[in-house]
T-cell receptor
């Protein structure tokens, strides 16, 4: 079945540093999304990307939909302690009608 | 607050038992999705309902079933429970029938522990 490979699995960074994580797939997606999950909460949508090559920002977050439609990255600039959490990429394929999630990147920020 | 309500928040039960998890979607949302999140598996899609009808199916076991009622709330039934069924079960909702618009709103989850 479709799988998303998300990396890195975890990151431990200093406050103020920039962060980058990415997702790759063996198949094409029509939509790429990035969610964040805080402890004890459900995932919350951060950014949605709908076109190959699209670059979208949401505050300090920037994400891109890869040209091949098989990958996406998320950058967080000038990290702060509240950025701590698990970040998930998700891809939607019109063929299967399913939203597939990556394994998540756990981010820890040291003040 | 996403507007999606899940009950119960926590549930502890024994192997072989049956439980029902309940979800109320956001007001106006017609689609309900169920996901299972365990430590080593990430978020696994189980099933989607749209306006009362099954729309898409994922890796849902035969021991599990779901339905969406006329008032659009949904229930996920887990039977003959095994230790490996211990996980967080999330419900999400969206307006559209497909994920094309991408925005799912997740509830806070129901944590199931099977002893």
């Amino acid at each position: 079945g479709q799988q998303l490979n998300q990396s890195p699995q975890s990151m431990f960074i200093q406050e103020g540093e920039d962060v980058s994580m990415n997702c790759t797939s063996s198949s094409i997606f029509n939509t790429w999304l990035w969610y964040k999950q805080d402890p004890g909460e459900g995932p919350v949508l951060l950014i949605a990307l709908y076109k190959a090559g699209e670059l979208t920002s949401n505050g300090r977050l920037t994400a891109q939909f890869g040209i091949t439609r098989k990958d996406s990255f998320l950058n967080i600039s000038a990290s702060i302690p509240s950025d701590v959490g698990i970040y998930f990429c998700a891809g939607h394929s019109g063929n299967t009608g399913k939203l597939i999630f990556g394994q998540g990147t756990t981010l820890q920020v040291k003040p | 607050d996403s507007g999606v309500t899940q009950t119960p928040k926590h549930l502890i039960t024994a192997t072989g038992q049956r439980v029902t998890l309940r979800c109320s979607p956001r007001s106006g949302d017609l689609s309900v999705y169920w996901y299972q999140q365990s430590l080593d598996q990430g978020l696994q899609f189980l099933i989607q309902y749209y306006n009362g009808e099954e729309r898409a199916k994922g890796n849902i076991l035969e021991r599990f079933s779901a339905q969406q009622f006329p008032d659009l709330h949904s229930e996920l039934n887990l039977s003959s429970l095994e230790l490996g069924d211990s996980a967080l079960y999330f419900c999400a909702s969206s307006v559209a029938g497909s994920w094309g618009l991408g925005e799912l709103f997740f509830g806070e989850g129901s944590r199931l522990t099977v002893l």
